[in-house]
């Protein structure tokens, strides 16, 4: 079992950035690919982001592509999402993600274990 917690959300105007955090406790998040989902008011969840267990592989959703990164910092057991050049459409509740798989995937029911979420708005 793994606990994923998420922080760094808050409120950016537009142009700006945030960086989301995800803390694992219980296991080794370096076993596990990690991914970012987030969910609109009214809206499905959506895909943001993944990344391997290595780090080697990402992969990004065309919206966030060249504007957001994933990164991993295994000895701290943590993965980031830097988010750039937000814009107010980026405005959500971001989820982190994990399963113990060498691979990632795009659709939220692959995953495992999810976060509590952080809100993330960005103001026009």
């Not at 998420?6 to 989301?20: D, F, K």
């Not at 991993?72 to 405005?91: C, F, G, H, I, W």
Request: hydrophobic fraction near 35%.
């Amino acid at each position: 079992q793994v606990q994923l917690v998420e922080s760094g959300g808050g409120l950016v105007q537009a142009g700006g950035s945030l960086r989301l955090s995800c803390a694992a406790s219980g296991r080794t998040l370096s076993n596990y690919g990690v991914g970012w989902f987030r969910q609109a008011t009214g809206k499905e969840r959506e895909f943001v982001g993944a990344i391997s267990r290595t780090g080697r592989s990402t992969s990004y959703a065309i919206s966030v592509k060249g504007r957001f990164t994933i990164s991993r910092d295994n000895a701290k057991n943590t993965v980031y999402l830097q988010m750039n050049s937000l814009k107010p459409e980026d405005t959500a509740v971001y989820y982190c993600v994990a399963k113990s798989s060498l691979v990632v995937s795009q659709d939220p029911l692959w995953y495992d274990y999810w976060g509590q979420g952080t809100q993330v708005t960005v103001s026009s």
